[in-house]
Structures are given as C-alpha cells and as structure tokens.
C-alpha cells in the first residue's frame, strides 16, 4: 500500500463550492476531474462512452454538492458517484459490445483499439509479467475490476484505505478481505493467461479448453483454474509470481483530455491550470490507436470533438459494471427518501417454509405436491459475478459445481459451518441462527471461516417455526455476538421489518438504547403476487422502507416468488420465476444501500416445484440461467 496519500481537495474549497461560490466550485472541478477520468476509464476500460461518464459524472456533481453534510466525505461521495454512472453506463451497453476485442485465440497480437490493456501490451511493450497482469484483469470478475481500479488509486496515493472502503460501503477490515481475495483472483488469472500462451504443451488443457469461444469471463477462469491447481506442465514448480503491488507501482494517472475538460468547464473557463497540472507529460503516441468518432450528447459538448485519448502510461483496466454500496452517511445528488408503506404491503411470510438446520442440511427445498414438468437442458450462460449475489446453500450432488457456475461471490448454510459445501471464488459467511448456536465453538469457526469479518444474526426469530425468540431474548444474547468483533447482521425477521412496534422494531430499539452495535439490517421477502412488475414494486418498497425507519445497510438474504396462501405453497412457473429474479435484481442494483442479497436457494427439489437454481447433478434450471446472467 502506498504510504503517502495525495491530499484531496481542501475542506474550505469544498465547503465555498457548496455553499454556492462559482470560482469555488469551479476550482473544484478542475481538481475532481483526473481522479473522476481515471476511475471512469478503468471502469469502462477505455470505451468511448468514457467522456460521457465523466461529464455526467461532474453535472451531477454541480447539481448536488448543496447536498453534501461533511465536506471532508467529498473524495468518497466523488467515487462513488463516479462507480455508479459507470455502471449506468456499462449496463446500456449491449453484451457483445461489452466485450473487449479479444486476440486470436494462441496469437500474442492484441487489438489496438479494444480497451486500456490491449492498448498497453501493443504500445508500451511491458516486461513479460506486466504484460500478462494486463491481460489477466479481462478474466476477473466484474466486482473485483472494479476493486483493482479503487486499489490501484490507493497504490498511487490518490486514495486512502477508509476512501476506499466508503466507495466500497463497507469497513476497513472488510475492504482489507476483498482486495486480499481480489489479490488472489488476479494471480489465478495470470496463471491462465500464462498456460494459454503455451497450450500446445498440454493435451488436457486443449481438451478443457473446447467450446471456449476466446472470450475472457469468470466461468472459463474456474474451469481452467481446476485444471492448472495440478498440472506441473502449465504451471512448472517453481514459478515466481512478482507480487501485484511491485508491478503496479509508480504508474502515473492518465491525463485529462482537453476536449473534455472543456466540455464539462466550459471554453472560458479559468482552470487550465489545474487540469493541467494533472495532464502535463502526456504522450501523443496512443492517439492514432486510441480516438473514436462520438456525438454530442449534451449542449456542453463541442460538435465535432474527439474522444478518449489513452495515454501510453495506463496500465490496469477495469470494467463498466461498478460497486452499488454507498456508506450510509454519503449523502448521493438526486436521491429522494423513500416513503414508507404499510405492513399490508407485505406479501405473505415464509411462516412454513422448509429451511435447513445447522445440525441436519436439508435435501429438498419447500416441496409441493404437483409434479415438476421436466429437466431443464445444461447450458453454459454469460455468467455475471458480483460481490453482492449471493445464495442459500445446503448439500445435494453436484453441490460444489453448481455454486462455482451460478456465479455467486458469497453463500451461507444457515450455519456457521460450510457443511462441506465450497467453490475456489465464493466467500462462506457464518449465521448464528438461533440460541442454540451460541456456543465458544461456533463463535471460534463463525470468526475463523467468515469470509467478510461479519456474521448474520438470528434467523426469523418472529417465526415459531425457526429460532422463535423474543426481542427480549435476543438482546439477551446479543453481547456475546459481539465480543466477536465482526460486523452484525441484525436478525433476519420473516416479515414486518418496518412495523412500527414489531419484532425489528423493538430489538433495534433495545439495542440503540443498550449500546450495542448492529452493522446492518438482513431481510427475508417472499412475494405471493406473481406478476413480475408488481412483485418488483412491492419489494422494493419494502426495502425502501426498512432503510427509511433504521438508515442502515442492508443486506436481502432470503427472498423468491412463493404464495403461502391456505397454509399451502404454490410457486409460479419457472419462466415467471426466472423473469422476477431478473426484474428484481435490476432494481436492487439501483439501491446502493443493498449491499448483497441471495437467492433461496442453490438446489431445487428434484421433480418438484422449486425456485432452486440447480437440480441434483447438477443440472441447471431457468431460474439458475436467470441467476448466471443476473448482477
């Protein structure tokens, strides 16, 4: 980690541009616009909707920095504007022309103007292990992109660990845990990289490798991954990895273009000087590769301007889908808090659905009585992987290659145990689901295996059917949680999450007036309604609710499309199942205070009606095709 940070703006300039002085605010700007230019065009790796990004970037920054409480939260709220409109960005843009343009398949050519890395493994001719980190950063995945974009400013001083973390939404031991794991997925991308170039050596690899169509993605890096974790032929014992960090380091920002400092400033301007500042040493020889044609989008954008202009100092590209979470005190331009709706809003709860135990996994998800109509066919989708997606899991055949393909980044068992249950890329987070599992041992191995540095709290204690406590009774227990020193998931209510007076009512308000800490909020939601625009609806202003009454992150983990009329269970048909988890997952990517959520669940009970993503084998549903594609 660099050990010194760039300053960012000062407090007093902030403060003047928020409270309304012009040159202030245009000083401001000046200042933002190479972090805000970097961070964008590793976030979309290159594209030409860069310049588009940073200057709806900067409006939005002129339109909400009245907003902004804490002047000194600038940099952060900055960043995470930035993220968000990169990703708004990344997800208009349709799925083939998000992928970069990818070399023949054995060749060492790279397409000159694909994006950021293929820029600079043509031109700047990197030693042969910066050369592969470049192309290593197109197999990661999605998230973690943009996790080595914020790190890599970190790297260069421009940001600090806790600016980092609030972009993130998280804390500073969780951002530590995420750029550890973003860390490793790197090396593992490196290694493929580096047995790719020399496939011909190994018969097996060129086996695996059939049906890959070259593109670079996350699923084909787990499934090369399994083959080189032992084969000494692509990977020769005994070779060195140069640590990340000393490959990275003393790698200059990317300059601003002029065009686009005078679209977003304006021709008259009086801040070249500052801009300029940033943008002096930039060289000229990336040009001819690097302009594409755009029009103007907007009145302040000059008829006829260039694009992007790479310069031949970047190294590391990112992508255009971007962390959601905001910290919660970062006040974000535009937002409108939401109102509050009542209980009967509320869909049904989960009062009888059949989850797995700590001590005994369960086989088979909530079964129904009418037969399922068929197998699905075994698929291999666009699989999107996202820190936030996530799922409920419990043992059934082919468990492990079923939760290594969903794409899922986390899962949990309703344990603090595994039970068995693993895949190289999803990190495990512990649940002490009840008063049971307070115990020293369970404490020890929630600590030990979290994946996060946090642990989910009780399960539907409001339900006789799961812990069934009384908030009493939790705030009893609660210390104990604590004196683990992870961050706490408050317990996970089957329904009423925003009655005034309900059961997470009371509790936070017992702990509020005990002290005692709770990190963020988990939900379960469980919609009867089964057309897809209303389900959506209803959810949504459930969890608007929620964050509206307690102003904390929250975290989704149980939620599906599941009627609890008559004591029964019906479900939708698969299609409509699989159409509301793509309408919902659209919508909690749009609520940055959603830090995860997950499905319920990973398996689906074999023959029967589920809203599992698997079936035993495993064998993908429609519901898990939804899954893969879902970010």
């Known amino acids: 980690m660099s050990t010194t940070v760039r300053p960012g703006p000062a407090r007093e300039l902030v403060a003047a541009a928020r409270d309304g002085d012009p040159h202030a605010l245009d000083a401001l700007l000046s200042a933002s616009m190479p972090l805000v230019y970097n961070l964008a065009g590793r976030a979309l790796r290159g594209h030409a909707d860069v310049d588009d990004v940073v200057q709806e970037t ?170 080189l974790r032992g084969c000494d032929v692509c990977v020769p014992k005994g070779r060195v990895l140069i640590p990340l960090d000393r490959l990275m ?29 940033h943008a002096s040493g930039a060289g000229h020889a990336a040009r001819a590769a690097g302009h594409r044609a755009r029009r103007p989008r907007v009145r302040l954008r000059h008829a006829g301007s260039k694009s992007l202009v790479t310069a031949p100092h970047v190294v590391i590209a990112s992508t255009g889908v971007a962390v959601a979470a905001v910290a ?103 649940m002490i689901s009840g008063p049971a599992s307070i115990t020293s041992s369970a404490l020890a191995q929630a600590k030990q295996d979290t994946s996060c ?18 908030p009493a009774q939790a705030l009893t227990l609660w210390p104990q949680l604590m004196n683990t020193g992870l961050e706490l998931g408050s317990p996970a209510v089957a329904s009423g999450g925003a009655t005034p007076g309900g059961w997470l009512d009371q509790f936070m308000t017992g702990a509020k007036n005990n002290g005692y800490r709770v990190n963020f909020i988990t939900l379960h939601w469980y919609g009867s309604d089964f057309n897809t625009t209303d389900a959506v609806s209803q959810l949504q202003s459930y969890i608007e609710a929620v964050h509206t009454r307690y102003n904390l992150p929250i975290w989704l983990t149980e939620f599906a499309l599941i009627s609890f009329a008559n004591g029964g269970q019906q479900f939708p048909s698969e299609a409509g199942q699989a159409a509301f988890l793509t309408a919902a997952t659209k919508m909690l990517d749009n609520l940055p205070y959603v830090q995860r959520y997950a499905w319920f669940a990973l398996p689906a009970t074999s023959g029967l009606p589920s809203t599992g993503l698997f079936q035993p084998g495993p064998v993908i549903t429609p519901v898990g095709t939804a899954f893969e594609a879902a970010q």
């Open 58 to 227: 900067m409006l939005r920054v002129m339109r909400g920095i009245g907003q902004l409480e804490r002047p000194e939260s600038y940099r952060s709220w900055l960043v995470a504007i930035t993220l968000r409109q990169a990703r708004d960005q990344g997800s208009k843009r349709s799925t083939s022309d998000a992928r970069t343009a990818v070399r023949d398949q054995w060749n060492e050519h790279a397409d000159a103007g694909s994006d950021f890395a293929g820029l600079t493994i043509l031109q700047l001719g990197l030693d042969d292990q910066r050369r592969t980190v470049a192309e290593a950063t197109r197999w990661l995945d999605p998230e973690d992109r943009e996790l080595l974009s914020l790190w890599w400013l970190e790297e260069s001083g421009n940001l600090d660990r806790s600016e980092l973390a609030r972009a993130l939404g998280v804390s500073g031991p969780h951002a530590a845990v995420r750029v550890h794991r973003m860390k490793r997925q790197i090396d593992t991308s490196r290694n493929v990289v580096e047995a790719l170039r020399g496939i011909e050596r190994c018969e097996t690899l060129r086996s695996v490798a059939e049906g890959w169509d070259g593109t670079p993605n996350p699923l084909w890096r787990k499934r090369f991954d399994r083959h």
């Open 249 to 277: 380091r003393g790698l200059p920002l990317v300059p601003v273009p002029q065009v686009l400092r005078m679209a977003v400033a304006g021709p008259g301007s009086g801040s070249a000087s500052a801009v300029g500042a």
């Open 328 to 430: 919660a005190y970062v006040v974000m331009p535009g937002g409108h808090p939401a109102t509050p709706v009542a209980d009967t809003a509320r869909p049904h709860p989960a009062t009888s659905l059949v989850r797995p135990t700590p001590t005994h996994p369960a086989t088979s998800a909530a079964p129904s009585p009418s037969p399922h109509t068929k197998a699905a066919a075994v698929v291999t989708p666009a699989v999107q992987t996202s820190s936030r997606k996530g799922v409920g899991a419990w043992t059934f055949s082919g468990q492990d290659q079923a939760l290594a393909e969903s794409g899922a980044s986390w899962f949990y068992t309703w344990s603090t145990s595994t039970e068995g249950i693993s895949a190289p890329d999803a990190g495990f987070v512990p």
């Open 453 to 470: 540095g946090c642990v989910l709290g009780f399960n539907e204690p409001d339900n006789s059917g799961q812990s069934n406590m009384t």
